[in-house]
T-cell receptor, first 112, second 115 residues
Framework: GDSVTQMEGPVTLSEEAFLTINCTYT??????LFWYVQYPGEGLQLLLK?????DKGSNKGFEATYRKETTSFHLEKGSVQVSDSAVYFC???????????FGKGTMLLVSP | GAVVSQHPSRVICKSGTSVKIECRSL??????MFWYRQFPKQSLMLMAT?????????EQGVEKDKFLINHASLTLSTLTVTSAHPEDSSFYIC???????????FGQGTRLTVV
């Protein structure tokens, strides 16, 4: 079956550091890939997405590229802020947004 | 963006009692809603797909008599955990798909603790 593997957290960074959260997936065909973010006390919010190979999703300074050859969708940001502290979930879907398969989530903690 | 409201955010109940969790789409009509469960340090696992006006579709291994789902209107789905036991303690989160946007929006989640 489909699965998503993302790096264990927490990831602890200082403000303005470079961020990478790794995500790899297993799925047949060509799934859509997503990154969701969950801020403390809030629901999951879609951060970015990519629907086909070599697509780059980007939002709020975050970006991730759909790499079919390595089955990866790593999340990156050049300079993190304290306000980026949250839990980040990588996910895939083979039917649009309907049913999502999630990774375990990675907590990011950014200190001033 | 669209908002999905989930209530309550936290609930503590005694073993053997039932707990109802509500999921509302506030500014769109959701013909389909989804219920997920998350164990500590685990992925969100899809429990069931809730369809307005029809029976929910449960994932393999999810007891439909234990986790009752009702989707009586286009803006409300409820999950009732019946005869709760400590092993039902978990984080439950719903999502609703906005058919006009295609995107799924998530509620804030409910932390259930059964004592």
């Amino acid at each position: 079956g489909d699965s998503v593997t993302q790096m264990e957290g927490p990831v602890t960074l200082s403000e303005e550091a470079f961020l990478t959260i790794n995500c790899t997936y297993t799925a047949t065909g060509y799934p859509s890939l997503f990154w969701y973010v969950q801020y403390p006390g809030e629901g999951l919010q879609l951060l970015l997405k990519a629907t086909k190979a070599d697509d780059k999703g980007s939002n709020k300074g975050f970006e991730a590229t759909y790499r079919k050859e390595t089955t990866s969708f790593h999340l990156e940001k050049g300079s993190v802020q304290v306000s980026d502290s949250a839990v980040y979930f990588c996910a895939l879907s083979r039917s649009g947004y309907s049913t999502l398969t999630f990774g375990k989530g990675t907590m990011l903690l950014v200190s001033p | 963006g669209a908002v999905v409201s989930q209530h309550p955010s936290r609930v503590i109940c005694k073993s053997g009692t039932s707990v109802k969790i509500e999921c509302r789409s506030l500014d769109f009509q959701a013909t389909t809603m989804f219920w997920y469960r998350q164990f500590p340090k685990q992925s969100l696992m899809l429990m069931a797909t809730s369809n307005e006006g029809s029976k929910a579709t449960y994932e393999q291994g999810v007891e439909k008599d234990k986790f009752l789902i009702n989707h009586a209107s286009l803006t409300l789905s409820t999950l009732t955990v019946t005869s709760a036991h400590p092993e039902d303690s978990s984080f439950y989160i719903c999502s609703a798909r906005d058919p006009t946007q295609g995107e799924a929006f998530f509620g804030q989640g409910t932390r259930l603790t059964v004592v």
